[in-house]
């Protein structure tokens, strides 16, 4: 089995090459926003509780994720491999998944780096905004917490995955085809 971390900031380009990867590997997708986003539609306890920090651009307690994660993890097992996207998001986050991981004898393989400056992950969230319906892409001072929340809390995570010799750092402004061609030959 293989597990793949797809890592970048908000906008970076995560979910579009985890489509591809999907598709092309069969490799089951677990998104932490697209799970908290369903339970915000179903207006869930843990919807409303997500809401309330995602509409300030910060990020849901770490308790709150693990469990979250670690729940629809054993739901979705046996499969293929897993793309975590969006998680982990803190040095917290990524030290109970590998101790999760390894109780089921699993662990890590990669953690893709999709690396895009700042100035442009704005640009294409504030286009993704005006479709996708998501309030968190409308607005510039969450966006901007959005920014600010990764490159405190998330950012350190190149660093401890470097130091596991396994992070691979892909130039997420090139075209998405692009990417993905790079994405396959790695894998
Ligand atoms: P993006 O990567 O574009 O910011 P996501 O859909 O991954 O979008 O996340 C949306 C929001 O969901 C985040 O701003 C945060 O509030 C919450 N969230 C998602 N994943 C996590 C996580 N691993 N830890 C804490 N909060 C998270």
New binding site residues.
């Given amino acids: 089995m293989s597990n793949i971390v797809i890592f970048g900031a ?2 970076a380009g ?1 979910g579009t090459q985890s489509e591809k990867m999907v598709e092309k590997y069969a490799y089951t997708h677990l ?4 799970i ?1 986003r369903k339970h915000l539609s179903q207006n869930t306890e843990l919807g409303k509780l ?1 809401k309330s ?2 509409d300030k ?4 307690p770490d308790a709150v ?1 693990i469990q979250l994660l670690e729940h629809e993890v054993l739901q979705k097992k046996p499969c293929k491999g897993f793309i975590f996207d ?4 803190t040095i917290s ?1 990524a030290e109970a998944l590998d101790s999760f991981l390894s109780k089921h004898g699993e662990q890590i393989d990669c953690v893709l780096g999709l690396e895009v400056p700042e100035e442009e992950l704005v640009k294409r969230i504030l286009l993704r905004g005006a479709t996708s319906g998501r309030a ?1 892409d409308q607005n510039g001072a969450i966006i901007q917490g ?1 920014i600010a929340e990764y490159n405190k809390k998330t950012a350190s995570l190149i660093a401890f995955y470097q130091k596991q010799n396994k992070y691979k750092a892909i130039d997420g402004t090139q075209s998405v085809e692009q990417i993905f061609s790079e994405i396959c030959a790695y894998l």
């Fill in positions: 908000p906008g995560k998104s932490t926003g697209d908290f997500a920090y995602m651009g910060e990020l849901v994720t969006g998680f982990p998001r986050q968190d959005r």
